[in-house]
T-cell receptor, first 114, second 112 residues
């Protein structure tokens, strides 16, 4: 069973607020990912990391930023939330190497910006 | 580029009906193929996977066979249950890359 956690699970916030979505995994995985899932269900990669101090932008441009100071922690921050940021955010991780290329997903954070 | 195409939903079935969700892919390399399932209000869970041609992934009564000649990985289940109601995502990752490429998802609704 995957041990990857996201908090909060649900967040309703006003426009202009700064928010941080937390993601932690206890599996020692090097690689971590953030996906944005729109109401139509499609998943878009917005950030990923290969390890500590490594962060890369994904396929979908996002105003959010990420950091990777510790292996187990990969938080996502929005400096000034807007209604267009309303979405479900999914964090994932996987171990280094190509043999075990399954990604393990957290339960997601559903963000609503009013 | 690499892509995954899966049938649009929703797929609506009665309990115990046979399920097929079609998935085809385009890949420049030699991909591994996955089916993920997302139950309401939850994240994605790996349902099954196959890493080479003719491999059959199976789990919880679901099966999918990696068909290189037709570039397909169709999901099947012989007898669905109400608890199978969820969104199903077909995905691929090309060998030695790091990006999981998803299809758009297919919603399955099973009624008693």
């Amino acid at each position: 069973e995957a041990d990857i956690y996201q908090t909060p699970r649900y967040l309703v916030i006003g426009t202009g607020k700064k928010i941080t979505l937390e993601c932690s995994q206890t599996m020692g995985h090097d690689k971590m990912y953030w996906y944005q899932q729109d109401p139509g269900m499609e998943l878009h990669l917005i950030h990923y990391s290969y390890g500590v101090n490594s962060t890369e932008k994904g396929d979908l441009s996002s105003e959010s930023t990420v950091s990777r100071i510790r292996t187990e922690h990969f938080p996502l921050t929005l400096e000034s939330a807007r209604p267009s940021h309303t979405s479900q955010y999914l964090c994932a991780s996987r171990p280094h190497g190509t043999l075990n290329n399954e990604q393990f997903f957290g339960p997601g954070t559903r963000l609503t910006v009013l | 580029g690499d892509s995954v195409t899966q049938m649009e939903g929703p797929v609506t079935l009665s309990e115990e009906a046979f399920l097929t969700i079609n998935c085809t892919y385009t890949a420049t390399g030699y991909p591994s193929l996955f089916w993920y399932v997302q139950y309401p209000g939850e994240g994605l869970q790996l349902l099954l996977k196959a890493t080479k041609a003719d491999d059959k992934g199976s789990n919880k009564g679901f099966e999918a066979t990696y068909r290189k000649e037709t570039t397909s990985f169709h999901l099947e289940k012989g007898s669905v249950q109400v608890s199978d109601s969820a969104v199903y995502f077909c995905a691929l990752i090309v060998y030695n890359t790091d990006k999981l490429i998803f299809g758009t998802g297919t919603r399955l609704q099973v009624f008693p």
